[in-house]
């Protein structure tokens, strides 16, 4: 499928084209215009000079015989001396319009008549002739004729035709114009349009529509060409929207399609009410498949599966591979939950039959997340993710099994996606609290230290426990500024217990992993301290082995630069992950502290009691503090006093609580610690939030 | 009465024609009566003095000369011609001028009507002349023509201006003596006569050379025109102009004024000639200002009478030739004083007629020479001055 940005660049282009295709037009009258205009403009020009020299010597040439008529009929009176007479006939030429003056000459070459009918202004010519005059006697020559003449009429006719012609050019060039006009509106416009209506007919719907020219000139041709093309590109198109929409390895469609797929569930449905089941299938353990058989085997398995899902379904049911080891089939009617539930088990059996890879039997299991849905929900494009909350729970909680999504997971998922939405409006608000828990000296009861641990104070679902938000902090990645948050809280904290006399108390900070891959932790760390004027010292840094297991270098180097500071490391939860015994050698730990889960039982689990034992002998060699959490009951505490755990953490002692509570807790224990010294343990009041 | 004396009439004729020559013309013949068509204007010296010559020896030789003047139209020549013929009382005679070739019809219908006619200064030429042929041969009536050898005169004229020239040694730069000819016209036979005289004449004198041969139409002012235009471009040429040669009086007179107003002295520093014996040209001559003027063939109206009443009287002038040729003869300073009275009075009852007449035997023998004009001439009755 096309971009959006794909689409409307096209339109912009279509909108575009009937102004370039009249830019076109405008550009062949200007270029064709002007020549024409010139050529015109130059035959007429050459046609009238030519006509114009032909007229001057046509003008010469009847001058020349009018002179030589006239000299002809002048010759006998002026031989005869009748020089009126000479002058009546030199006055007769003289309507010639042309001629400008004439003369008659004697033999003496004096004027005998002079005539002259307009001053001489423009160009002129002049023709001379003898005048012969000859009887039966005598051939003489009598005189001789001038006939000065004007060219004038001439010029002004050569004008007027030019001007003429010009005109003729002009409009001759003006016909042409609306003929090219017409011929093109005719001969290229019309192509051109039904090319182009062609081509927004396959923008607007995808597909490659024919142009409509029957002509065989070169638009004919051309219009072929786009048609041949148009259906070239329509085979294109339609293996390039396959490819685009199926997995080339299973041939079922994709996760694009699925997109699709759910856009139109809701209106391939029969009625609002007709039940959706929708199952998201995960194959578990497919990477150990991989791992064994390598991936071309792990692709035939793909395939393998694929096929029998094919082979499982109905021809209405709809199959995808959603990629990886993911599928989801679409059954879009079923009857109710029950019957969504064992179509969704029939899958899981027909995944489950067992595969021969590479001689070796294989039998397939895989957990199906599934949802069920009416066709009128407005949600239905949710369906992929419901799914998913049900397949994940599958897999957490039952692998190789049909997980349906009840309202209790749905709750879970929307308060999930709730919280995850709420979290930038946590920070702005200041919604996130910082709560401390005391460690207690086991021997003296006294508080030695806190245990910063954070809340979130949500408006609409109360205090939210770590536990539920931390995650969804990590995945939007705020651990960083989580961090930092609690780091300034801790040392107000610290500033404030100095200000009520007990700058002796510690404060410990739990950091994520994704910390102790950050180098500048430490300087931030210690310009926090530098700004609340508090010993970096006073500040204890609590981490899990995951957090060492999965960057051992970086790790490693933040906390030999924490520790240089003066902090000490504490390494939490001791004995439910891997309890390497290489990292409280590699690491520089001071103090281990032990998972309530061992302390719990005790001390009614002997089994417990000895591994606690262990821990403790062992930390005592090593020389790291050992802390028990969890304490609840002051049997836990005499058992851990018995066993050498010198300090602890719990209800028995304190429950997490704001800095403020605990001020004043420590404020009246001075005060009773004043008046009597009592060594018994109290029991700090439950805060609710 | 009438009958009887046509008979007598028709019995004279025949019997004057079968006459054998050197009869004695009859004494007492009878009166006859010619009819003029003069094709000239009323004042037209010319032919006025043809007509007044014609009737004085009418008188002297009993003919009766009716002249009718067709004012210079030959429509009203043609139509005065062709009344005289159908007349009932036709007369014995009818004497034209074939100017402009005006008098063919008549003749021809003369001879329809019986009627004798005499052509007279203008006879038949080109065409007609061709196809008429001789007189008395086609047409029978037509029984000849009288004209002046004007040819002649042309040569006289010129001879006498050549002469003058060489005395006065009027030579131009080129050694040669420049005259000017000015014609009449250059169709009618009288001025082309004369123009063919002048050009003899100069053809005869290698001396001599015509500048220019122009024509006036006659009349003096567009000589005095043409004269002007001759000497200013005889100047121009560096000519000496000689002398003028003009075809009739008045072009003369017209040359005279020109060469006046071009500061010439005529008769001194260049000289003129001209014909026609009239009065003004005479009293030009008597000026010494013009230095001859030839002519006297107006006298040809009275010659043509002499012919007719020679013809009548049997003794027939074609006996030499139907065509009689006068010489005309000029006047100048020598004989001015012998004939100029008889021209300004135009006395011609002075002339006697008679004296002319063929004599016994010699029919169509006539000497008309001014000698013999002079000595016919009676002395001037009354007073002389």
Known sequence: MRTRHDMTDPVRKEQASPSRSRSVLRAMIWATVPVLLLVQLLASAGVEVSSFWSQIRQLDARMTRVAESRAELIAEPLWKMRYDQVRSVLNEIMHDETIAAAAVYDDTGIAIARVVARPADQTVAEVSRPINYRNGNIAVQAGRIAIAYSYANVYADTGSQLMLMTVVGLLATFATVVALRISADIFIGKPLAAIMSAIQRSKQDGRAYPADIKSSNEFGQLARAFNSMQHTTTGALDRLGHMASHDPLTGLPNRRSLSERLATLSNDARSADSLIAFCFIDLDDFKGINDTFGHDSGDKFLVHISERLREAVGPQDWVARLGGDEFVVIRPEVGNAAAAQAFAGLLLNAISQPIRLHDKQVVPRASIGLAVRRAGDPELSHLPALADIALYHAKTKAPGTVAVLDEALQRDYRRCRDLELAIPAGFAERQFEVWYQSLVDLESQSVVGLEALIRWRHPEHGVIGPGEFLPLIERSGSNARLTRYVLTDACGALQRLAFAGRPDIRIAINLPPSELADHSLAAELSETCARFGVSATMLELEITEGSLINNIASASETLHRLRRLGATIALDDFGTGYSSLAHLRRFPLDKVKIDKAFISEIPGSEEDKAIVGVIASLAGTLGLTLVAEGIERAEQAQAMREMGVRLGQGFLYHRPQPLAALLQWLAEQAAQDSRVLADSPSIAPEIAA | ?385
């Open chain 2, 1 to 385: 009465m009438k009958v009887i004396l046509r008979i007598l009439l028709t019995a004279s004729i025949v019997f004057g024609v079968l006459t054998p020559i050197g009869c004695v013309v009859a004494a007492d013949a009878r009166r006859l009566n010619i009819v003029f068509v003069n094709p000239g204007k009323t004042g037209e010296v010319f032919w006025d003095m043809v007509a007044q010559s014609m009737q004085a020896a009418g008188r002297r030789l009993d003919a009766n000369v009716e002249v009718l003047t067709s004012e210079r139209n030959y429509r009203t020549m043609q139509e005065l011609g062709l009344g005289v013929v159908a007349r009932t009382d036709k007369p014995d005679f009818l004497i034209l001028s074939n100017e402009e070739s005006a008098a063919v019809p008549i003749l021809q219908a003369a001879e329809a009507a019986g009627v004798k006619t005499l052509l007279l200064s203008n006879t038949l030429i080109g065409d007609d002349a061709a196809r008429l042929g001789a007189p008395r041969q086609i047409l029978k009536t037509w029984l000849g023509d009288i004209t002046a050898d004007l040819r002649n005169a042309g040569v006289r004229m010129a001879d006498a201006l050549i002469q003058a020239a060489r005395a006065e040694k009027w030579q131009s730069p080129d050694g040669k003596i420049h005259i000017l000819g000015i014609g009449g016209d250059e169709i009618t036979p009288a001025s082309i006569a004369r123009n063919n005289g002048l050009q003899l004449a100069v053809a005869a004198a290698p001396d001599v050379v015509v500048d220019r041969m122009l024509f006036a139409n006659w009349t003096q002012s567009e000589a005095e025109q043409v004269t002007a235009n001759y000497l200013s471009w005889a100047t121009r040429k560096g000519i000496r102009p000689a002398g003028i040669w003009a075809g009739n009086d008045p072009m003369a007179l017209g040359a005279i004024k020109a060469a006046s107003a071009a500061g010439l002295a005529p008769g001194r520093d260049i000289q003129v000639v001209g014909l026609n014996w009239s009065e003004d040209a005479l009293r030009a001559v008597g000026a010494d200002r013009l230095l001859m003027t030839d002519g006297g063939h107006f006298l040809l109206g009275g010659w043509s009478i002499v012919l007719l009443r020679d013809y009548a009287d049997g003794c027939d002038f074609a006996a030499a030739s139907p065509h009689v040729e006068v010489q005309a003869a000029a006047i100048t300073r020598a004989n001015l004083a012998a004939v100029g009275d008889l021209i300004k009075t135009r006395a011609f009852d002075r002339i006697d007629f008679t004296r002319f007449r063929a004599k016994a035997g010699r029919c169509g023998r006539y000497d008309f020479s001014i000698d013999e004009l002079i000595s016919s001439l009676a002395p001037v009755q009354g007073t002389a001055d």
